[in-house]
């Protein structure tokens, strides 16, 4: 499987190189449909697609770089199914878009595209939606099925987390940081300590981060915003590959995209001043298409009345496996293990990231 997956995505990356070769010179893109607002270009800050491969290859553990797009379409919306209780937003590669789908029928019932390549979600406590355009350097805000608000990032913007507060923040993972683009302290921008995968708030509104390759760190660490600076914290527990950072009730989550070698586990952390101390993993286990499972940049909290950090009472976990295609969204139990279901509406389905919201 994973030799069918790099295959498959050297071929992806063929013919990126010659869907780029072929767009409009001013590189634009069409506007999303029913929004006035526009992603407004294609390559971002004018990174060359070699460049952004190298950048986007480096963010997941199997090192898989970017893969061709299908011509954009248009946004649209169905009614869905009865017995939804939810619907998961999920970030597909594949079509340049944010995919809608019921819960638990599975059923896609939307779609906001016009994006380059959406990463990582989050969502607030009335429903919306936000995303990070690694390739665009924007965040995107989505209600009501269409995009209402963008901001530029300034950089390789791979996820978000909304605060209690209200504060939304975008992650760059290069040339690293954070920005805090609307809330209480909107237009706040904290140098990241490295290369930064998706940072997250805890219950409290304080911001973790997991980061490497670059000086001060150029290994795996974790470190939480602390007077408007990182301050890297020691962590009892090994960090192999990093993914995103989430609450995870009282807890804060740090995520291994490889637990122990080939899974994702989260870390079920607690910090206590420069000291982060975790005893148990939520492991989140490969299904019927592989026995390894990769996710690194957003999950999706399961449960009634979600409220933009997570349901006061988690039912199960959403989770994207990057290892095949088409991508499936993996469903779990609150303590991972394997997966009790997995949600596949679309041949073509490349899913890097989801967040769960109310119908």
Known sequence: MKIFSLARYAFGIAAGVALLAGCSANGTTPSLGGSSVAPQSVHGGGHSFQELNKLFAMTNMHHQGLPTQ????????????????????????????????????????????????????????????????????????????????????????????????????????????????????????????????????????????????????????????????????????????????????????????????????????????????????VVLQGGSCSTYMDDSSSWGEIGKKPNGIGPKKVKGLAAPNLWCFPTPVNIYKKNGGAPTSSIVYDHYQLDYGTTFTSP
């Not at 670059?214 to 600076?229: F, K």
């Open 70 to 281: 299908h011509p954009l379409a248009h946004s649209w919306h169905i009614k869905p199914p009865k017995g939804t209780s939810g619907t998961l937003w999920n970030s597909d590669l594949e079509y340049a878009s944010v995919d809608e789908v019921a819960y638990p029928s599975g059923t896609l019932v939307g779609q906001v595209t016009g994006f380059s390549y959406p990463y990582g979600l989050c969502s607030d406590k009335s429903g919306n939606v936000y995303v990070a355009d690694f390739s665009l350097e924007e965040l995107f805000e989505i209600s009501g099925g269409v995009v209402v608000n963008s901001w530029a990032t300034g950089g390789e913007s791979i996820g978000c987390s909304v605060s209690n507060t209200g504060d939304v923040s975008v992650t760059n993972f290069y040339p690293g940081g954070v920005k805090i683009v609307a809330g209480p302290d909107a237009g706040a921008s904290y140098p990241g300590p490295g290369y930064d995968w998706p940072a997250g708030y805890d219950k409290n509104g304080n911001l973790f981060v997991e980061c490497n390759y670059i000086s001060p760190c150029s290994s795996p660490h974790v470190a939480e915003l602390i007077s408007g600076s990182w301050q890297f914290l020691s962590f009892n527990q090994t960090i192999n590959f990093p993914a995103a950072t989430q609450a995870m009730g009282k807890y804060i989550g740090f995520a291994d995209q490889a637990y122990p070698t080939n899974l994702t586990g989260i870390w079920l952390t607690k910090v206590s001043g420069t000291t982060a101390s975790a005893s148990k993993a």
